[in-house]
């Protein structure tokens, strides 16, 4: 995957979030019309019009809720966690779960950004061979904003 665009409501509002917010950078930006973040290696955040995303993508949007599903924000360590969804409400977004220390070890939390989006900021401690390069502290230090 190299992209996840959200479709929004308001670009200017999901804009600010990002951006001002969470002190993330636009890596291109078509004024009033889409935003791409840099959030990874080769990986890309798109914020567009969720109208203008469901007339291309063929009518995938009925209502007004948030698609079900979760992005994913790994950190460095646990108390990074509770930092980051402080940022987040902070910058407007809605606290779901607060950080919390779970049975597999890490420690994970939910916010939600201006559209409903649910974001898990996550502390994975990872030494699996295939997951702990991905999930584990020394890649998760490397991805910090």
């Given at each position: ?21 969470l ?28 109208a ?43 606290l ?50």
């Amino acid at each position: 995957m190299s992209m996840v665009t959200l479709g929004v409501r308001d670009l200017e509002t999901s804009r600010r979030f990002y951006l001002d917010g969470l002190g993330w950078s636009p890596a291109m930006e078509v004024a009033g019309d889409v935003t791409f973040i840099q959030v990874g290696p080769a990986m890309l955040l798109g914020l567009w019009s969720r109208a203008k995303l469901s007339d291309e993508a063929g009518g995938l949007y009925q209502g007004d809720e948030a698609a079900p599903i979760s992005l994913a924000h790994m950190v460095a360590d646990p108390e990074s966690v509770a930092r980051v969804l402080d940022d987040a409400t902070r910058a407007g977004g809605v606290l779901i779960a607060p950080s919390t220390e779970r049975e597999w070890g890490g420690v994970t939390g939910y916010f939600a950004d201006p559209d409903g989006y649910r974001w898990e900021v996550a502390y994975n401690p990872s030494t699996d061979p295939v997951l702990g390069p991905i999930l584990g502290p020394g890649a998760a230090a490397a991805r910090q904003r």
